[in-house]
Nanobody
Framework: QVQLVESGGGLVQAGGSLRLSCAAS????????MGWFRQAPAKEREFVAS????????YYTDSVKGRFTISRDNAKNTVYLQMNSLKPEDTGVYYC????????????????????WGQGTQVTVSS
């Protein structure tokens, strides 16, 4: 059974930074694409970033390009999301997820293609 546990959320002022972590259980972490999604109140869950098993291919949604960085440490079974220059519109619950396979395509931008999800961590950016 795969478990994903996010941490690192909190309250930060606009322009500040946070680093989210997602620790995964299981021995096959390094074989799968991982992703970060977020959900603001009364909005649908949206794609933030995804990273291939090797870390060599990364996708970002346009609104976070240049501000957020996704990375992974396969030895620690952990994926990270470094968030800089935060804006109030970045507020929401952030979820990490394990994709259905190790194949990195733009299909990793679609939430329904992910097999496992964490419980989420709240990020609140004040203006």
């Amino acid at each position: 059974q795969v478990q994903l546990v996010e941490s690192g959320g909190g309250l930060v002022q606009a322009g500040g930074s946070l680093r989210l972590s997602c620790a995964a259980s299981g021995r096959t972490f390094s074989s799968y694409v991982m992703g970060w999604f977020r959900q603001a109140p009364a909005k649908e869950r949206e794609f933030v970033a995804s990273i291939s098993w090797s870390g060599g291919t990364i996708y970002y949604t346009d609104s976070v390009k240049g501000r957020f960085t996704i990375s992974r440490d396969n030895a620690k079974n952990t994926v990270y999301l470094q968030m800089n220059s935060l804006k109030p519109e970045d507020t929401g619950v952030y979820y990490c997820a394990r994709y259905r396979s190790g194949t990195m395509t733009r299909a990793t931008m679609t939430a329904s293609n992910y097999a496992y999800w964490g419980q989420g961590t709240q990020v609140t950016v004040s203006s």
